[in-house]
């Protein structure tokens, strides 16, 4: 009985401890989360000299758990040296943030790196220092710098242009730019931009070959002179060398009589084509060859070869071989086609005779059904049995009758009455040979000559004699009036 009342009295006093004891806050319920969100460089490409500013944005982030007195902010090198100071910047409480400027200068051009830092008390009386690196190239006080890779290629030469722009209010001369980069080979990595007046620029072109394929900075190297020094700058870049690639196509198209072919290369890789060579491969047909000096990535140039001897439709395979990259590697791009023997060709087409003053007058066209033109055409007519050529027209000269066209003639020839047909010759140039041909235009096509039309009352025959006679009449009575009148008056 005694043990278990000292049992309770001992629980009880427990219980009454814990309910008297002071609570402990929570872990963290009173921290200070404080950062430097950011820290921008303006002007954004100083030059040594320069007022550089960097504003440096100190957050109080929403969770925290007290303000934030600011003591001081300030711009550091990496040795410590302070570059740039602000003070008495006041509270911060939890959500805000404010922005401080910091200002400073460069003497000469560089890179720098920088430190922000913010150092302050929280309310429960807590330190705090925040950081934030910044870095600020300097550059020099002179002409802008630009570097241009449009399509750069490992393993090809890549085209690279290097632009210097002079913003400043006198002409920089004596300008040299060098191009070099980190596993990258420059041809000729020196070009000379002798002078370089007040806002005027220059662009120089380099090629660079890139070993393999990648990221490799270019950096392009100016040297120039201003009235009082020699100066230089450097701007450096990385550039993104793609995968050598090869993709070559080939196509054809008939031209002219249909015995040339006209040649395309399209170069779909990614580095110029040199030295295209294009033949032409037939059994039945020689044809000549064509040459390219290069086709650059993306575009297309064309070549015609011709073929001869041929007889009808005839098959040829065109092959292009050209050299690509660096190290001279070759390729090769075939199509087959035809070609056929369809030189320019007249015939006479609309023929038509008619009586002319008893003589045949032949009037046509002198079309060409080929597909080249034709030069020198000439329409005769040929004596023949009751038939001779007759003035004013016994031949007619074309001249040169253009593919799938044509040229209007007209002739005259004498006939008998024993003849049936009137032959014409036509004689003409076509790829250089002279062609002959004759046509016999029957006779029983000609139609009489065209006469003058009659009225249809048949009075048109007496009109113009009763006309005349009316006139006389007229004129008669006229001058016997006259005549009585003189008369009349006695004189």
């Known amino acids: 009985?005694?043990?278990?009342?000292?049992?309770?009295?001992?629980?009880?006093?427990?219980?009454?401890?814990?309910?008297?004891?002071?609570?402990?806050?929570a872990i963290g319920a009173s921290a200070t989360y404080v950062s430097i969100t950011d820290a921008t460089v303006t002007p954004g490409s100083p030059a040594p000299g320069d007022t550089v500013t960097v504003d440096a944005t100190v957050r109080n982030l929403a969770s925290s758990g007290s303000g934030f007195s600011i003591d001081y902010v300030r711009l550091l090198t990496d040795a410590g040296r302070v570059r740039g100071y602000a003070g008495d910047l006041g509270t911060?409480?939890?959500?805000?943030?404010?922005?401080?400027?910091?200002?400073?200068?460069?003497?000469?051009?560089?890179?720098?790196?920088?430190?922000?830092?913010?150092?302050?008390?929280?309310?429960?009386?807590?330190?705090?220092?925040v950081k934030y690196p910044v870095v600020v190239r300097v550059g020099e006080r002179g002409p802008a710098v630009d570097v241009d890779v449009p399509n750069a290629v490992a393993g090809a030469a890549s085209p690279v242009d290097v632009t210097v722009a002079n913003g400043l209010?006198?002409?920089?001369?004596?300008?040299?730019?060098?191009?070099?980069?980190?596993?990258?080979?420059?041809?000729?990595?020196?070009?000379?931009?002798?002078?370089?007046e007040s806002g005027a620029s220059e662009t120089v072109t380099f090629d660079a070959i890139a070993a393999d394929a990648g990221v490799?900075?270019?950096?392009?190297?100016?040297?120039?002179?201003?009235?009082?020094?020699?100066?230089?700058?450097?701007?450096?870049?990385?550039?993104?060398?793609?995968?050598?690639?090869?993709?070559?196509?080939?196509?054809?198209?008939?031209?002219g009589d249909g015995s040339a072919l006209r040649v395309a290369v399209t170069n779909l890789g990614n580095a110029a084509l040199r030295d295209v060579s294009i033949r032409g491969e037939s059994e039945r047909a020689t044809v000549t060859g064509a040459t390219l000096a290069s086709v650059p990535a993306g575009e297309t140039r064309t070549a015609v070869v011709n073929a001869s001897g041929l007889s009808g439709e005839t098959p040829v395979?065109?092959?292009?071989?050209?050299?690509?990259?660096?190290?001279?590697?070759?390729?090769?791009?075939?199509?087959?086609?035809?070609?056929?023997?369809?030189?320019?060709?007249?015939?006479?087409?609309?023929?038509?005779?008619?009586?002319?003053?008893?003589?045949?007058?032949?009037?046509?066209?002198?079309s060409n059904v080929?597909?080249?033109?034709?030069?020198?055409?000439?329409?005769?007519?040929?004596?023949?049995?009751?038939?001779?050529?007759?003035?004013?027209?016994k031949e007619y000269f074309v001249?040169?009758?253009?593919?799938?066209?044509?040229?209007?003639?007209?002739?005259?020839?004498?006939?008998?009455a024993n003849a049936?047909?009137?032959?014409?010759?036509?004689?003409?140039?076509?790829?250089?040979?002279?062609?002959?041909?004759?046509?016999?235009?029957?006779?029983?096509?000609?139609?009489?000559?065209?006469?003058?039309?009659?009225?249809?009352?048949?009075?048109?025959?007496?009109?113009?004699?009763?006309?005349?006679?009316?006139?006389?009449?007229?004129g008669v009575a006229a001058a016997v009036y006259v005549g009585w009148t003189n008369y009349a008056r006695g004189e």
């Open 370 to 393: 080929g597909l080249g033109a034709v030069d020198s055409v000439v329409v005769s007519v040929l004596p023949g049995e009751g038939v001779q050529p007759a003035y004013p027209g």
């Open 317 to 366: 395979r065109v092959v292009a071989s050209y050299d690509y990259g660096p190290d001279t590697r070759s390729g090769t791009v075939s199509a087959d086609a035809t070609v056929a023997a369809n030189p320019g060709q007249i015939r006479l087409t609309g023929l038509a005779l008619e009586r002319e003053n008893g003589d045949l007058h032949i009037t046509g066209s002198a």
């Open 169 to 196: 209010d006198t002409a920089v001369r004596n300008v040299r730019v060098t191009l070099s980069g980190e596993g990258v080979r420059v041809v000729q990595p020196r070009r000379v931009a002798a002078t370089v």
């Open 92 to 129: 911060l409480a939890p959500g805000s943030e404010i922005g401080v400027p910091l200002t400073t200068t460069f003497d000469s051009a560089g890179t720098y790196h920088l430190r922000v830092e913010a150092h302050g008390t929280t309310d429960t009386g807590e330190e705090k220092t």
């Open 420 to 474: 049936t047909s009137v032959p014409l010759e036509v004689t003409y140039l076509t790829d250089g040979a002279r062609q002959t041909t004759t046509v016999e235009v029957p006779i029983d096509d000609a139609r009489p000559a065209t006469q003058p039309t009659e009225s249809s009352d048949g009075g048109g025959g007496w009109l113009v004699p009763g006309l005349v006679g009316l006139l006389v009449v007229a």
């Open 399 to 416: 001249g040169t009758v253009p593919e799938s066209d044509f040229v209007s003639f007209d002739v005259y020839a004498a006939t008998s």
């Open 1 to 25: 009985m005694t043990r278990s009342r000292s049992r309770t009295a001992v629980v009880a006093a427990l219980l009454l401890a814990l309910l008297v004891a002071p609570v402990a806050p």
């Open 216 to 255: 490799h900075d270019l950096s392009a190297t100016v040297h120039y002179s201003t009235s009082d020094a020699d100066r230089e700058t450097t701007y450096t870049v990385p550039v993104t060398f793609a995968p050598l690639r090869e993709d070559v196509a080939l196509t054809t198209e008939r031209v």
